[in-house]
C-alpha cells in the first residue's frame, strides 16, 4: 500500500487530503496517475495538467518506480500562502 497525499488545486479537486492506494505488482508515478484517474474522474481531472511529483519529500519525475510504504505527493507547481 502507498499513500497519496495532495496538496493546494489538487486537494480541492479531489476532495481528499489523503488516499490509500493498494497494488500488487510494481508501478511507477505515471502508472499510479493512470489507475487514479480510471477510478475516479475527479482525480483524472485533477491530474491532467502538469503536477508536480515527490516521492517520499523528493521531487521526481512520472518514471519513479514506487514501493510499499511510499507516499507519493501531487501538488500545482505554482502554490503560495
Known amino acids: 500500500m502507498i499513500?497519496?497525499?495532495?496538496?493546494?488545486?489538487?486537494?480541492?479537486?479531489?476532495?481528499?487530503?489523503?488516499?490509500?492506494v493498494v497494488f500488487t505488482n510494481p508501478i511507477n508515478v505515471d502508472e499510479l496517475i493512470s489507475q487514479l484517474s480510471a477510478d475516479n474522474e475527479l482525480w483524472a481531472e485533477a491530474l491532467?495538467?502538469?503536477?508536480?511529483?515527490?516521492?517520499?519529500?523528493t521531487l521526481c519525475d512520472r518514471?519513479?518506480?514506487?514501493?510499499?510504504?511510499?507516499?507519493?505527493a501531487f501538488f500545482?507547481?505554482?502554490?503560495?500562502?
Open 3 to 20: 499513500t497519496v497525499k495532495t496538496f493546494a488545486q489538487i486537494r480541492e479537486l479531489t476532495g481528499q487530503a489523503e488516499h490509500q
Open 48 to 57: 491532467s495538467g502538469q503536477v508536480l511529483v515527490a516521492v517520499n519529500q
Open 63 to 72: 518514471s519513479q518506480v514506487l514501493h510499499k510504504g511510499d507516499e507519493v
Open 76 to 81: 500545482p507547481p505554482v502554490t503560495g500562502g
